[in-house]
């Protein structure tokens, strides 16, 4: 039986949290306070996270948060001037120039370390560099780079110069990465020579440069191979005039001080039909509110090293750098597959470098699941402190795999949920609160969630959808050149209230929990499930490593339930196997949502940030046209729904 509390922290673990320091500050007695002040009055909250993670302000706000033009186009810090590079890089460079900012390791094993002084050294030499090929503030620059240091260094040098960066996803082909340069109308792109993935060369400057070819608007590549930098000019991206970044001759430039509602990035995120939304963040909401998050969610101090296994492309990229970066902490940058050359090497870097922060998708530890637990019983993992998840919901068992083999039962799950138009998180965990297998706890601070029903009403003891009622400081501001859409996609359903798309639910003991996409609701016979509530069943039998639910049209029940499920190693499909799954939803959810087929594939398609793209899977299983797949990271595993059997 699944334990109700499967983590309580100690009142030693509470009072050592940062938290719980910024609670006694402004005399908070427990949680539930800490949640309604936060939310109740989010002008004093988010005041007060200004000063409690002292983020400096060129010039001061004269208001928290302006509403005039309604909840969707709330503006915050109004008035005041700001810039994430001086944050996040500049102000440590001067205050503690020697503390390690970026560790770096390749697929290869070897290893780079950063300090801040040699951050902030870098990031001027860069912005320097794009400043004489013209790039002034406002300016779009295209960013498609594996996770390496100079991607850090890219990204701060646009901001440092008012630029608006677009970080794109390292394994794209040159289509989705042109598709993506032409929307924001980028004028640079970014890009490095190679980079290794699964022991594979990629050859990433010449995709880069089939990409550009596409896009009017890209006038330079400067193509990055260490510290040399080859600059490739349009309109056919030939000729390669070097720079030598470590010894260019530069002067101090100024930072540009920025107001607070200036956008510094546009990130994608791929939309259910149609072209890709750009996200547009801003240098002071989204550095206030992602700095918050990883004070309080992830609790980094001083000591720690956070890892996200993430690409910069995925919005967790920018939240890991942004966040880490601006608290002054270590980040943790690996540039290839977190299975290569074994299903040790996540676990290897965790010892190898004294992780103590560690955050994955709970769709990675499900595929090293089927590896057992002998590689992650070779490792010491006794430095890690934090898990941490996000991406898709859990199911139980994997999520008991995580607690209890590399968190040793010691470490809390802090399983948050937000989206890339989120800009950060809508419900999370804090380290102070005692967790169920699974569940997201609450709403993150300083955010107003609820579920509501189908008629817009709060909702308890039943599933409905996720919405935020109040505005947050790094909510998206708009989607790139498509204000329309932006508001029919999470403002048009009710008033004033943004609608995730997420399916939630609230438990006796106050516990959230999400259930999947409410775009990827099955409804039989007029009564609605969530995907995951199938896919749990059928993970929960010892057979079963992965499996997705759709929903397709039935004649009698509107629609009929279909799954399909990826076997752990020693398992072959058969049809005693499909009968035995089966009952075993029938027992779980009753016979009118007993799988109509059970199909058995060697994989699933999956998203860039590992979620599984339920409605590819139905569209291939029905024939019918997929729309965006430019963000699939397996397009074989289309095939192999095709094949299933």
């Given at each position: 039986?699944?334990?109700?509390?499967?983590?309580?922290?100690?009142?030693?673990?509470?009072?050592?949290?940062?938290?719980?320091?910024?609670?006694?500050?402004?005399?908070?007695?427990?949680?539930?306070?800490?949640?309604?002040?936060?939310?109740?009055?989010?002008?004093?909250?988010?005041?007060?996270?200004?000063?409690?993670?002292?983020?400096?302000?060129?010039?001061?706000?004269?208001?928290?948060?302006?509403?005039?033009?309604?909840?969707?186009?709330?503006k915050?810090?109004?008035?005041?001037?700001i810039?994430?590079?001086?944050?996040?890089?500049?102000?440590?460079?001067?205050?503690?120039?020697?503390?390690?900012?970026?560790i770096?390791?390749?697929?290869?094993?070897?290893?780079r370390?950063?300090?801040?002084?040699?951050?902030g050294?870098?990031?001027?030499?860069?912005?320097?560099?794009?400043?004489?090929?013209?790039?002034?503030?406002?300016?779009?620059?295209?960013?498609?780079?594996?996770?390496?240091?100079?991607?850090?260094?890219a990204?701060?040098?646009?901001?440092?110069?008012?630029?608006?960066?677009?970080?794109?996803?390292?394994?794209?082909?040159?289509?989705?990465?042109?598709?993506?340069?032409?929307?924001?109308?980028?004028?640079?792109?970014?890009?490095?020579?190679?980079?290794?993935?699964?022991?594979?060369?990629?050859?990433?400057?010449?995709?880069?440069?089939?990409?550009?070819?596409?896009?009017?608007?890209?006038?330079?590549?400067?193509?990055?191979?260490?510290?040399q930098?080859?600059?490739?000019?349009?309109?056919?991206?030939?000729?390669?005039?070097t720079?030598?970044?470590?010894?260019?001759?530069t002067?101090?430039?100024?930072?540009?001080?920025?107001?607070?509602?200036?956008?510094?990035?546009?990130?994608?995120?791929?939309?259910?039909?149609?072209?890709?939304?750009?996200?547009?963040?801003?240098?002071?909401?989204?550095?206030v509110?992602?700095?918050?998050?990883?004070?309080?969610?992830?609790?980094?101090?001083?000591?720690?090293?956070?890892?996200?296994?993430?690409?910069?492309?995925?919005?967790?990229?920018?939240?890991?750098?942004?966040?880490?970066?601006a608290?002054?902490?270590?980040?943790?940058?690996?540039?290839?597959?977190?299975?290569?050359?074994?299903?040790?090497?996540?676990?290897?870097?965790?010892?190898?470098?004294?992780?103590?922060?560690?955050?994955i998708?709970?769709?990675?530890?499900?595929?090293?699941?089927?590896?057992?637990?002998?590689?992650?019983?070779r490792?010491?993992?006794?430095?890690?402190?934090?898990?941490?998840s996000?991406?898709?919901?859990?199911?139980?068992?994997?999520?008991?795999?995580?607690?209890?083999?590399?968190?040793?039962?010691?470490?809390?799950?802090?399983n948050?949920?937000?989206?890339?138009?989120?800009?950060?998180?809508?419900?999370?965990?804090?380290?102070?609160?005692?967790?169920?297998?699974?569940?997201?706890?609450?709403?993150?601070?300083?955010?107003?969630i609820?579920v509501?029903?189908?008629?817009?009403?709060?909702?308890?003891?039943?599933?409905?959808?996720?919405?935020?009622?109040?505005?947050?400081?790094?909510?998206?501001?708009?989607?790139?050149?498509?204000?329309?859409?932006?508001?029919?996609?999470?403002?048009?359903?009710?008033?004033?209230?943004?609608?995730?798309?997420?399916?939630?639910?609230?438990?006796?003991?106050?516990?959230?929990?999400?259930?999947?996409?409410?775009d990827?609701?099955?409804?039989?016979?007029?009564?609605?499930?969530?995907?995951?509530?199938?896919?749990?069943?059928?993970?929960?039998?010892?057979?079963?490593?992965?499996?997705?639910?759709?929903?397709?049209?039935?004649?009698?029940?509107?629609?009929?339930?279909w799954?399909?499920?990826?076997?752990?190693?020693?398992?072959?499909?058969?049809?005693?196997?499909?009968?035995?799954?089966?009952?075993?939803?029938?027992?779980?959810?009753?016979?009118?949502?007993?799988?109509?087929?059970?199909?058995?594939?060697?994989e699933?398609?999956?998203?860039?940030?590992?979620?599984?793209?339920?409605?590819?899977?139905?569209?291939?299983?029905?024939?019918?046209?997929?729309?965006?797949?430019?963000?699939?990271?397996?397009?074989?595993?289309?095939?192999?729904?095709?094949?299933?059997?």
């Open positions: 039986m699944t334990p109700k509390f499967a983590w309580t922290p100690t009142r030693e673990y509470i009072e050592q949290s940062n938290v719980w320091r910024f609670m006694q500050k402004h005399q908070i007695k427990d949680y539930q306070e800490l949640i309604q002040r936060s939310t109740q009055e989010i002008e004093w909250f988010w005041d007060a996270i200004v000063k409690e993670l002292q983020i400096e302000f060129f010039k001061p706000y004269e208001r928290v948060l302006d509403v005039s033009a309604g909840i969707a186009w709330a915050w810090f109004v008035g005041g001037k810039n994430i590079a001086h944050n996040c890089v500049e102000k440590h460079a001067r205050s503690r120039p020697d503390k390690i900012a970026l770096w390791e390749g697929e290869d094993g070897s290893v370390r950063v300090t801040y002084r040699e951050l050294e870098q990031t001027n030499r860069l912005a320097y560099l794009l400043q004489e090929l013209g790039i002034v503030k406002g300016d779009r620059v295209g960013i498609f780079m594996p996770m390496v240091p100079e991607t850090v260094v990204m701060m040098a646009c901001a440092k110069l008012g630029a608006i960066f677009t970080p794109i996803f390292s394994g794209f082909g040159a289509q989705a990465v042109a598709a993506r340069l032409n929307d924001c109308e980028a004028k640079l792109l970014l890009t490095a020579e190679s980079f290794s993935r699964k022991g594979a060369h990629i050859e990433m400057g010449q995709i880069a440069r089939e990409a550009a070819k596409l896009c009017p608007t890209v006038k330079d590549i400067l193509e990055f191979a260490g510290s930098v080859r600059r490739h000019t349009s309109p056919e991206f030939g000729g390669a005039e720079y030598d970044l470590a010894n260019l001759r002067r101090e430039l100024p930072t540009e001080q920025t107001d607070s509602e200036d956008p510094f990035m546009i990130i994608y995120t791929s939309g259910t039909t149609g072209r890709p939304k750009g996200a547009v963040h801003v240098h002071g909401g989204f550095l509110k992602i700095a918050q998050e990883v004070a309080h969610q992830v609790d980094l101090q001083d000591r720690d090293l956070l890892y996200w296994v993430t690409d910069m492309g995925w919005i967790m990229g920018p939240w890991e750098v942004v966040g880490g970066l608290l002054g902490g270590t980040v943790f940058l690996y540039e290839g597959a977190p299975d290569y050359p074994s299903a040790e090497r996540l676990w290897a870097m965790v010892e190898r470098h004294k992780i103590s922060i560690l955050g998708s709970p769709t990675l530890i499900r595929a090293l699941m089927k590896f057992g637990t002998e590689p992650v019983r490792h010491d993992l006794s430095s890690l402190r934090i898990l941490a996000t991406g898709e919901p859990w199911n139980p068992d994997p999520w008991l795999w995580f607690f209890e083999n590399v968190g040793q039962r010691r470490c809390p799950i802090i948050l949920s937000g989206g890339t138009e989120v800009g950060a998180c809508f419900l999370s965990p804090l380290p102070i609160t005692p967790l169920k297998p699974c569940a997201l706890v609450g709403p993150a601070l300083g955010m107003e609820d509501f029903d189908s008629e817009g009403k709060p909702l308890r003891g039943g599933v409905g959808e996720l919405v935020c009622k109040k505005p947050w400081p790094g909510m998206t501001r708009g989607i790139w050149k498509d204000p329309e859409r932006y508001i029919q996609t999470y403002w048009s359903r009710w008033p004033n209230v943004w609608v995730h798309g997420d399916w939630a639910s609230i438990d006796e003991d106050g516990l959230w929990y999400l259930h999947g996409r409410s990827d609701t099955i409804k039989i016979a007029g009564k609605r499930l969530g995907p995951a509530e199938i896919e749990s069943i059928l993970v929960g039998h010892p057979a079963v490593a992965e499996s997705a639910a759709i929903g397709v049209p039935h004649e009698l029940k509107g629609e009929a339930i799954c399909y499920a990826v076997l752990r190693p020693g398992y072959e499909p058969s049809d005693a196997l499909r009968r035995e799954l089966r009952e075993r939803v029938i027992e779980a959810l009753g016979k009118a949502f007993a799988p109509e087929q059970i199909k058995f594939v060697r699933l398609p999956k998203t860039r940030n590992a979620k599984i793209l339920r409605r590819a899977i139905r569209a291939k299983a029905l024939g019918q046209e997929p729309g965006d797949l430019s963000n699939l990271e397996n397009p074989q595993a289309l095939e192999e729904i095709a094949r299933a059997v």
